[in-house]
């Protein structure tokens, strides 16, 4: 079983943490990925680098797998964020294109209404980073922060993204860089000592939240990660559960919401096996009805809602 950390040399923010990685020890190459994709490898680890589209390259797990008969256990994608406010920004987040529907094109890969299964590391990692991007002086500049599931590309096995942002002078900070290198370095156990983030049902806290609802950056949900032992499964911002308000006299709630929540449940569940998947719904972020339909279908589900409380 190994680790599959994915890099592009077209974003200073995917391929400088790669090197920044693939400058410490113990690195060695790897075969080549058809039809062209260098790769190296360090214990349990390979790094690949390829010169396309960071969200566009699909199945990159299978296709290593078919190349070298190694089983992948999970992907970590490295890559550039942007956002209107150009906020310096280190994010984690999970990947998914819930939103659309059938038919439509998704405009930074995946297909619609998937969700690819969650790594258990999201959670541990965010605090991890918090703790180094202070360690190392980049707080206040750069905000920490977790991201809403959004975008591809598809993968089979557990996925994240690590992501610098939010302009190029800031996609291409050597120390931003670094933070991220010693996060996949420590974060992996490359440097000796224990990995972080690795699922066990039968030890330690076994609650994992699902957060629906809120901005694309989950303040709410993330006051709850950055407690101890959260694990984070998906993040269903608001405009990832589109709801389409009934008709007067009518009760039926258009809209991919159901499938969203489905979807983003189902995948969460098989990530955490043996784990205990509770809602947290950010409840300001509705409107009465939405808040209203979302709860009895969740319960509908048989989808637990926890409160803050019941995370700690």
Known sequence: MVTLIVSTTNDPASINPATALLS????????????????????????????????????????????????VDEVIFLSRHTAVSNRPALTVHPIGVLHLKEGEAPPQGGKPGWAALTSP?????????????????LVPEFEITLEGTHHGPITSKPTMFLEIGSTEEYWKRQDAAQVMALLMWEGLGLGGGEAVGNWN????????LLGIGGGHYAPRHTDI?????????????????????????????GGTWRESIKAAF??????????????HIDQKSFK??????ITEFLAEQNINVGKPNDFT
Do not use: C
Request: glycine share 10%.
């Open 225 to 253: 990660v950055l407690k101890d032992d959260i694990w984070v499964g998906h993040l269903l911002s608001g405009y990832s559960l589109p709801m389409e308000e009934p008709i007067s006299g009518e009760n039926h709630i």
């Open 201 to 208: 049902s039968e030890t330690g806290k076994r609650k994992v």
């Open 121 to 137: 590391r999201i959670g541990p990692w965010f605090r991890l980073l918090s703790k180094m991007a202070d360690s190392h002086g």
């Open 266 to 279: 189902e995948a969460t569940k098989a990530s955490f096996p043996g784990g205990e998947i509770l809602a």
């Open 24 to 71: 410490m020890p113990g690195w060695i190459s790897g075969p080549i990925l058809p039809p062209d994709m260098k790769s190296f490898s360090n214990q349990k680890t390979r790094l690949i680098q390829h010169d396309r589209s960071i969200v566009r390259e699909d199945d990159l797990d299978l296709r290593w797998e078919e190349a070298t008969g190694e089983v």
């Open 288 to 293: 009465g009805w939405q808040r209203k339909a």
